[in-house]
T-cell receptor
Framework: DTEVTQTPKHLVMGMTNKKSLKCEQH?????MYWYKQKAKKPPELMFV???????INESVPSRFSPECPNSSLLNLHLHALQPEDSALYLC?????????????FGAGTRLSVL | GESVGLHLPTLSVQEGDNSIINCAYS??????FIWYKQESGKGPQFIID?????DKRQGQRVTVLLNKTVKHLSLQIAATQPGDSAVYFC??????????FGAGTRLTVKP
C-alpha cells in the first residue's frame, strides 16, 4: 500500500476564514512534505517534517501553519489567505528524509480563495 | 540557483509509437532522479527512478536514461497508449531528499 490520503479534495474559503488541510499515510514513513502547485507548474516544496519535527520551511508566509500531530498525520492550517494562494496543495511522504528515496504523493486538495 | 528543466513543454505522439521525454539538470550534486506522471486532477504518480551510479534503468514499458556527462535525463515510453496522456515531471534530489521538479512535459497520445 503506497497510499497518501488528503482531505478535503476541494476547499473554497474566504480571506478571513480559518481552515485546515489534512494528510494521512500508513506506510510507516517518517518524512512528510507539503507542496504547492499552481496550474501548469511543477510542485514547489513548502515544508518538510522529519520524525514529526519541522525540518524545512521554504520561506512560506506565516498564514500557512503546518502541524505534525503524529507520524501518520500532517496538517496544514490556513488563515487569512490571499487569492493568489489558490492552488493544488499536495502532501507526500517518504521513508526517511535522510534516505534518498521515492516520495509518494496524495491526490491533493484544490484550494480556492475568494 | 541550479534547476531542473525540460527541453519540450508538449509532445504529441500516435498511439503505438514510442515516446521520448527529455530533461536537463544543472545541479552536479544530484545523485537521484525520479520521473513522475501527473494526470488531470491527481497527484504525481511515481513511474521510475535512477541513481547516479547507473546509466539506464528499465521498467514495464518505460526506460530512463541518465547521461551525467551532459547532465541529461530521458524517459522512454514504449508503445504509447491513450492512458499515458499526462504531464510528466522529472525531479532531482541533491542528496537530502528535498525533491526539485522540472517544468513538466505534457504528453498527448492521438488514437
Amino acid at each position: 500500500d503506497t497510499e497518501v490520503t488528503q482531505t478535503p479534495k476541494h476547499l473554497v474559503m474566504g480571506m478571513t476564514n480559518k481552515k485546515s488541510l489534512k494528510c494521512e499515510q500508513h506506510m510507516g514513513h517518517r518524512a512528510m512534505y507539503w507542496y504547492k502547485q499552481k496550474a501548469k507548474k511543477p510542485p514547489e516544496l513548502m515544508f518538510v517534517y522529519s520524525y514529526e519535527k519541522l525540518s524545512i520551511n521554504e520561506s512560506v508566509p506565516s498564514r500557512f501553519s503546518p502541524e505534525c500531530p503524529n507520524s501518520s498525520l500532517l496538517n496544514l492550517h490556513l488563515h487569512a489567505l490571499q487569492p493568489e494562494d489558490s492552488a493544488l496543495y499536495l502532501c507526500a511522504s517518504s521513508q526517511e528524509r535522510r534516505v534518498v528515496d521515492i516520495q509518494y504523493f496524495g491526490a491533493g486538495t484544490r484550494l480556492s480563495v475568494l | 540557483g541550479e534547476s531542473v528543466g525540460l527541453h519540450l513543454p508538449t509532445l504529441s505522439v500516435q498511439e503505438g509509437d514510442n515516446s521520448i521525454i527529455n530533461c536537463a539538470y544543472s545541479n552536479s550534486a544530484s545523485d537521484y532522479f525520479i520521473w513522475y506522471k501527473q494526470e488531470s486532477g491527481k497527484g504525481p504518480q511515481f513511474i521510475i527512478d535512477i541513481r547516479s551510479n547507473m546509466d539506464k534503468r528499465q521498467g514495464q514499458r518505460v526506460t530512463v536514461l541518465l547521461n551525467k556527462t551532459v547532465k541529461h535525463l530521458s524517459l522512454q515510453i514504449a508503445a504509447t497508449q491513450p492512458g499515458d496522456s499526462a504531464v510528466y515531471f522529472c525531479a532531482e534530489n541533491p542528496g537530502n531528499n528535498d525533491m526539485r521538479f522540472g517544468a513538466g512535459t505534457r504528453l498527448t497520445v492521438k488514437p
